[in-house]
């Protein structure tokens, strides 16, 4: 089994589709075996999750996530355990302690978004410029 999250400074980064690294760790039973940090240099959630894909990858840990992205993950068949904030080492214990907190919903919506594309604020909700904000 492998488990991977989108990483910054030790910790589950907040958004997935806007992580450049992430930290990929090999699980054999409940115990971690190793671990490595990895810059994918794919952009978009359907990149993002074909490399997770070609990495054997089988559940992600993540704090936001859109729908597009959590489709993207199913359809490669990577269980999405989002809305996880907190040390990336924790989290994996966690989850493969059975006691991580978690969503299996979208925890992205733009509505937390503060920036703008162009001529308008990806915050006032659904934009589809393809800005990659979800």
Do not use: W
Request: hydrophobic fraction near 35%.
């Amino acid at each position: 089994m492998k488990i991977a999250l989108p990483f910054e400074n030790g910790n589950v980064f907040d958004h997935f589709g806007h992580s450049e690294q992430f930290k990929i760790y090999d699980i054999i039973g409940t115990e971690i075996v190793s671990s490595a940090v990895v810059t994918p240099n794919v952009s978009g959630h359907s990149a993002l999750a074909e490399y997770l894909k070609e990495n054997k990858v089988t559940a992600l840990i993540c704090g936001g996530i859109g729908d597009g992205a959590i489709n993207a993950l199913t359809q490669s068949r990577i269980l999405v355990f989002s809305g996880v904030s907190g040390d990336a080492d924790e989290a994996v214990n966690a989850l493969l302690s059975g006691k991580l907190a978690y969503n299996t919903s979208a925890t992205c919506n733009h509505h937390s978004h503060d920036h703008s594309c162009g001529d308008h604020d990806c915050g006032s909700g659904e934009c589809g410029c393809g800005c990659g904000c979800h």
